[in-house]
């Protein structure tokens, strides 16, 4: 405990030196600063400022009147006061730097073995030398490779907690030169015990075989071998140690190198992880054996996927089958039969071609060869009006044939309502025999659904087909939501963000500086409506981005997960975190440049970074952006975003290019946006995971309901503190 104190008590000397030295002139009241301790000062050479000229500073003491108020802090006095108190938090015990071990030595009392192990051996040399030797190798080299990764350590922690918490202190250009060397000096003095340690150790060898070359020259040559070996190795980690703290270093740099290294391994899935260690080893390796055990990868990735398919896509096939064997005889038939039944299906309907050929026998005869080919059924899928079978046509089989044949297809189902339809290259024929269930012109509901935790998911309505349609989360980094004003966007997603209240970490932004949004205020950690483009969502997204890299770190350092998602939801509220959603409702406020000055454009350009920065790189922290328009574009939603999206949910637009910029391309046959009728509040259509599209209806909550739900609500713990939290415990 006195070591702490003599440190605090020098930071407080040194605090109060630095103001002497930088005040222009004495004045009879010197500004206020932290009084010097009188204990010892501990063996620690103060950094003094290096001299410089300074703007000239108004101290005029005698212009005060009787009672002065406090004196403008100068920059000076500015800069050592906040030099201190960044001294004294990276002293904290809950400091990054006093948790990789800064200010404690390395442990034991290894001098006191080692003199015990020298009054030993100097009773009876000849017969103690050889184990004595081994003892003190034991002794020694373990203690040099703890000192060598304890100074790797503290070096990492002391590089971290200078470029997050020093950042301002390097900000003024001419007290940068003091800073860095008080910079230094502070992780001098992290290291001075270990070191100071490690240094008795190996002078007490050295000093053991000085006496013993001594006294016994015939047995000194292997202890002078050992006292070199140590001597080298602990001066090469010292001089690693002084060097780290000199920036352009070599050792500084391999330092850095190192934190952002971890730093990016911590941010990666266990897939990402698993290739990044993949390609160092191919690196390794010549460039002929890299490209093979490249292209064996390839190859053995592309079987695995097959594979995988080909097992999901008959697990599909049997259980949807279970569901239509009873309704439809042809499936039932399938299933006990194989592809006979379809065989003569499409041969009774007349689709198959036959060809005859003459084959010669070895006898010299002939004979006349009759072959038949048929297409082939390649799917069949459940629609919400029955089933559609999907078959590869012969070549040069019209669509003309197909249609022609529907009647006698129809008559071998027992059904008259068949269709068929050309697809690529594949003929569809639907059966349209089922009644497709109504949606519901709206789902009105008298309070939010709450946010499913355990499957990481938001309730958003009714599908078309009478299913729950959801906004997943877990896994996502963005979400798209666009539709023209009236359209029920807002209106929609409010219950779903009011369902994450006490869940979830919201960041509210209305672009629109509307009053759509105001019931979420009391359960959203940031909340701004003003619309204005210089308002506080760039700095947010800055905090934001910084809690991605440091969740990262905690979660992998506190459970050995690199993903947030995967982390069990009882660890996750054991350890408070929760996940991140930021909405920046009418995005194009912020993100459409059209109209801009050159200041905005600055702001703007800024923020997209931000979200895109995010939206690539915050799934595995658990954090998600929300863009929502009214004026879907590829300005207001660039692309790049979008296209890294997992979520995209398109309301009423008016022209195919709008929803292309929220659903991105649409394929031939789905639902389109602009079909959407105006009348329809709340109706959508959602990107589906295989790339379909799906109509659903969003739920309503009247906002006096979701006022009334949230009175009593909170934030979450705010993230940030509980990742910087878990990451210094």
Avoid at 34 to 58: F, G, I, Y
Avoid at 277 to 306: G, N, Q, T, W, Y
Wanted: glycine share 6%; net charge negative; charged share 25%.
């Amino acid at each position: 405990m006195a070591k702490n104190d003599d440190f605090l008590a020098a930071l407080q000397a040194r605090r109060a030196q630095i103001q002497k030295q930088r005040a222009p002139e004495p004045t009879p009241e010197p500004v206020p600063a932290m009084e010097p301790s009188t204990e010892p000062e501990p063996q620690v050479e103060p950094v003094r400022p290096t001299a410089a000229p300074e703007p000239e500073l108004d101290w005029q003491v005698e212009d005060l009147p009787p009672e002065p108020e406090p004196a403008p802090a100068t920059p000076a006095v500015d800069w050592s006061v906040r030099l201190t108190t960044a001294h004294q938090d990276a002293f904290d015990p809950d400091s990054p730097m006093r948790v990789a071990g800064g200010w404690s030595d390395l442990g034991g009392d290894l001098t006191a073995t080692l003199q015990a192990l020298e009054s030993r051996l100097l009773t009876a040399p000849e017969q103690a030398s050889e184990a004595a030797h081994a003892a003190c190798e034991q002794i020694a080299s373990p203690l040099l490779d703890k000192l060598e990764s304890r100074v790797d350590a503290v070096s990492m922690a002391w590089l971290s907690v200078i470029e997050a918490d020093w950042a301002p202190l390097f900000a003024e250009p001419h007290l940068a030169e003091s800073t860095s060397q008080s910079a230094a000096c502070l992780l001098s003095q992290a290291l001075r015990p270990a070191i100071a340690q490690a240094q008795s150790v190996v002078d007490e060898v050295a000093g053991l075989a000085a006496r013993l070359a001594t006294s016994h020259p015939d047995l000194a040559d292997p202890w002078k071998a050992l006292a070199r070996d140590l001597r080298g190795r602990f001066a090469a980690i010292a001089d690693k140690a002084e060097e780290v703290g000199q920036p352009g270093s070599t050792a500084h740099t391999l330092a850095r190198a190192r934190v952002q290294a971890h730093s990016r391994l911590a941010a990666m899935s266990p897939q990402e992880r698993q290739h990044a260690a993949r390609e160092a080893v191919l690196r390794r390796m010549s460039p002929a054996d890299a490209a093979a055990v490249r292209a064996a990868d390839i190859a053995a990735e592309a079987a695995a996927k097959a594979k995988a398919e080909t097992e999901a896509a008959v697990t599909e096939w049997r259980t949807i089958a279970a569901d239509l064997t009873q309704q439809y005889p042809l499936v039932r038939s399938i299933l006990t039969r194989g592809h006979r039944p379809v065989t003569e299906l499409l041969r009774t309907a007349g689709l198959g071609v036959k060809t005859t050929s003459t084959r010669k026998n070895r006898d010299g005869s002939t004979t006349k060869v009759v072959s038949e080919q048929l297409p082939t059924l390649a799917a069949i899928a459940e629609v919400t009006d029955g089933i559609e079978l999907e078959f590869t046509p012969l070549p040069g089989q019209s669509i003309a044939t197909w249609q022609s044949a529907l009647g006698v297809l129809g008559v071998e189902l027992g059904l008259t309502t068949l269709t068929v339809e050309q697809r690529g290259r594949r003929v569809v024929v639907a059966t349209h025999d089922a009644t497709a269930p109504e949606m519901p012109t709206a789902l009105v509901k008298g309070r939010p659904v709450s946010y499913d935790a355990v499957t990481g998911r938001s309730y958003l309505g009714q599908t078309e087909a009478g299913a729950a349609a959801w906004i997943t989360w877990s896994g996502n980094s963005g979400v798209v939501v666009g539709g023209t004003p009236g359209s029920g966007k807002t209106a929609s997603m409010l219950p779903v963000f009011a369902g994450m209240a006490g869940r979830a970490e919201l960041h509210i932004f209305d672009g629109k500086a509307s009053f759509d949004l105001e019931p979420l205020r009391p359960i959203a950690r940031t909340f701004d409506r003003s619309g204005d483009i210089d308002g506080p969502l760039a700095d947010a997204l800055e905090r934001v981005d910084q809690l991605r890299v440091t969740r990262a770190e905690a979660i992998y350092k506190r459970t050995g997960i690199s993903n947030f998602w995967d982390v069990p939801l009882e660890k996750r509220e054991e350890l408070e975190i929760y996940p991140v959603v930021v909405v920046i409702d009418e995005c194009q406020t912020w993100l459409d440049i059209s109209g801009m000055d050159k200041e905005e454009r600055t702001i703007s350009s800024s923020i997209a970074k931000g979200v895109r920065q995010i939206v690539q790189k915050g799934r595995a922290s658990g954090i998600v952006v929300v863009l929502t328009t009214q004026k879907p574009t590829s300005e207001s939603i660039p692309t790049v975003i979008r296209d890294n999206a997992g979520e995209r949910i398109a309301f009423r637009v008016l022209t195919r290019a709008a929803g292309t910029a929220v659903l991105g391309e649409q394929p031939e046959g789905a639902p389109r946006p602009t079909e959407i009728p105006k009348s329809t509040k709340g109706r959508c259509i959602t990107a589906t995971e295989d790339g379909g599209m799906e109509l659903a209806q969003a739920i309503y909550v009247a906002p006096r309901d979701v006022t009334a739900a949230l009175a009593d609500g909170k934030p979450v713990p705010d993230q940030l503190a509980v990742a910087q939290r878990l990451l210094a415990s």
